[in-house]
T-cell receptor
Framework: EADIYQTPRYLVIGTGKKITLECSQT?????MYWYQQDPGMELHLIHY???????EKGDLSSESTVSRIRTEHFPLTLESARPSHTSQYLC??????????????FGPGTRLTVT | DQQVKQNSPSLSVQEGRISILNCDYT??????FLWYKKYPAEGPTFLIS?????DKNEDGRFTVFLNKSAKHLSLHIVPSQPGDSAVYFC?????????????FGTGTRLLVSP
């Protein structure tokens, strides 16, 4: 059973606020990812991590930052939220082996609205 | 430039019939393809995958077909059930380009009516 958690599920916040989206997994996966998805659009990779102390930017440029201090935890931070950051943010993780990479397990997502 | 395209935003099928979801890709370096299923307010769930060395992979009611020359893959669901109603995402990856990122299509919303 895949266990990956995201909090909060929904967040409405004003412009200029600092926010952190939490993501945790209990599967011991080494790889973790953050995707951004707008309605009716594809998922875009914005950050990924091979493991502890490893973070890389994805295909879609994002003003957010991430950290990976513990294997199970991969939070995403926006220092100053703007309306253009309004989107759904999905966290995912994948396993230790080469073939298990593809079976990325996704959290339920955080729907962020910046007013 | 979209490398993975799902040109049908929606599909309606009757229960018991076959559902066929299509996906096209442009990057010839892609060598692994996946289908994910997404219910509202949930994250995508891995459904089935296929390597480029195969042209078909079957798992229960789900079969994925790959036509490399046409850069096209399809997902067949037989028989379709109302619980299959969801958004289906096609994804692709190129294993020989370093970190194996997944590139997703925009999704097809499947509605299976009783």
């Amino acid at each position: 059973e895949a266990d990956i958690y995201q909090t909060p599920r929904y967040l409405v916040i004003g412009t200029g606020k600092k926010i952190t989206l939490e993501c945790s997994q209990t599967m011991g996966h080494d790889k973790m990812y953050w995707y951004q998805q707008d309605p009716g659009m594809e998922l875009h990779l914005i950050h990924y991590s091979y493991g502890v102390n490893s973070t890389e930017k994805g295909d879609l440029s994002s003003e957010s930052t991430v950290s990976r201090i513990r294997t199970e935890h991969f939070p995403l931070t926006l220092e100053s939220a703007r309306p253009s950051h309004t989107s759904q943010y999905l966290c995912a993780s994948s396993g230790l082996g080469r073939d298990t990479f593809y079976e990325q397990y996704f959290g339920p997502g955080t729907r962020l609205t910046v007013t | 430039d979209q490398q993975v395209k799902q040109n049908s935003p929606s599909l309606s099928v009757q229960e018991g019939r076959i559902s066929i979801l299509n996906c096209d890709y442009t990057n010839s370096m892609f060598d692994y393809f996946l289908w994910y299923k997404k219910y509202p307010a949930e994250g995508p769930t891995f459904l089935i995958s296929i390597s480029s060395i195969k042209d078909k992979n079957e798992d229960g009611r789900f079969t994925v077909f790959l036509n490399k020359s046409a850069k096209h893959l399809s997902l067949h669901i037989v028989p379709s059930q109302p619980g299959d109603s969801a958004v289906y995402f096609c994804a692709a990856s190129a294993m020989n380009t370093g970190f194996q990122k997944l590139v997703f299509g925009t999704g097809t919303r499947l509605l299976v009516s009783p």
